[in-house]
């Protein structure tokens, strides 16, 4: 089991941008698929982009796409979440999860991840 924690959150501008860090314990980082999700106040957690074991493959959610780009670098155990072009409607607490297995299906679902870590406020001024 991978124990993550997550790190970049904070207040910043509308048009203005942030990079979320995810990282993991262990020595399996590597064999987990990895996810970012988000939950504004007052609504469920949204899916914001999946990654695969080596980074080779990624599938982000239509409302960040061009926006946000997902990443990682398994020698550091972590994955990012470069946030570019923020406005008011990104404001969320940012988590990041991992997965067993590579699919775009079901990807959006929270129940298909583990390993959740504590979160990361991010918040969008306009």
């Known amino acids: 089991q991978v124990q993550l924690a997550e790190s970049g959150g904070g207040l910043v501008q509308a048009g203005g941008s942030l990079r979320l860090s995810c990282e993991g314990t262990g020595r399996t980082f590597s064999s987990y698929v990895m996810g970012w999700f988000r939950q504004p106040p007052g609504k469920e957690r949204q899916f914001v982009a999946t990654i695969s074991w080596n980074g080779g493959s990624t599938y982000v959610a239509d409302s960040v796409k061009g926006r946000f780009a997902i990443s990682r670098d398994n020698a550091k155990n972590t994955m990012y979440l470069q946030m570019n072009n923020l406005n008011a409607e990104d404001t969320a607490v940012y988590y990041c999860?991992?997965?067993?297995?590579?699919?775009?299906?079901?990807?959006?679902?929270?129940?298909?991840?583990?390993?959740w870590g504590q979160g990361t406020q991010v918040t969008v001024s306009s």
């Open positions: 999860a991992t997965r067993s297995v590579w699919s775009t299906n079901n990807a959006i679902d929270p129940k298909e991840y583990a390993n």
